[in-house]
């Protein structure tokens, strides 16, 4: 019986990978708030944990090689200095989005009303299928810059 170790196993990278980005996200959008009650950022939690796990899933099950070539993502997966620059410089700029929010409604910076925490969540929702759509449809995506050998491409 031919078993692939755990840690080798796209699908099992895959799940770690999203598990791990889940949880630091966790850490960037509820923890700073020093409450349970910030609504809006579990609201944003949940979907992006949803929309991930719901692209993984279907990505391993129709495309496994679209998730082997996306699982070396960030900073350290470039090859180019000014890439891995760029990359980090992303990671942090992003990041600081998600705490800066969470710092915005424990220290009562500003109010948002429910309706735009609604229409904004709804545009994440079509901002995140549009990106599942564009990895459906250019199954050569990668997570890094790169240059690959030509390879047949389905035309439409």
């Known amino acids: 019986m031919d078993q692939k170790r755990p840690n080798t196993d ?5 799940f770690k990978g999203a598990f791990l980005l889940v949880v630091a996200l966790w850490f960037l959008i509820i923890l700073p708030t020093g409450s349970l009650s910030y609504w809006q950022g579990w609201l944003l939690w949940a979907q992006f944990t949803v929309w991930t796990a719901a692209g993984t899933w279907y990505f391993l099950k129709h495309d496994p090689a679209l998730v082997r070539r996306r699982l070396r993502a960030g900073p350290t997966a470039e090859r180019v200095c000014a890439q891995k620059r760029i990359q980090l410089v992303v990671a942090i700029a992003l990041s600081a989005i998600f705490l800066v929010s969470a710092l915005d409604y424990r220290f009562g910076w500003s109010g948002v009303p429910w309706p735009v925490v609604v229409a904004s969540n709804l545009l994440f929702a079509i901002g995140y299928l549009f990106i ?24 439409l």
Do not use: C, G, H, Y
């Open 10 to 14: 796209p699908a099992w990278r895959a």
């Open 132 to 155: 599942l759509m564009v990895l459906r449809e250019n199954s050569f995506a990668s997570s890094t810059i790169e240059v690959a050998p030509k390879r047949p491409q389905k035309r």
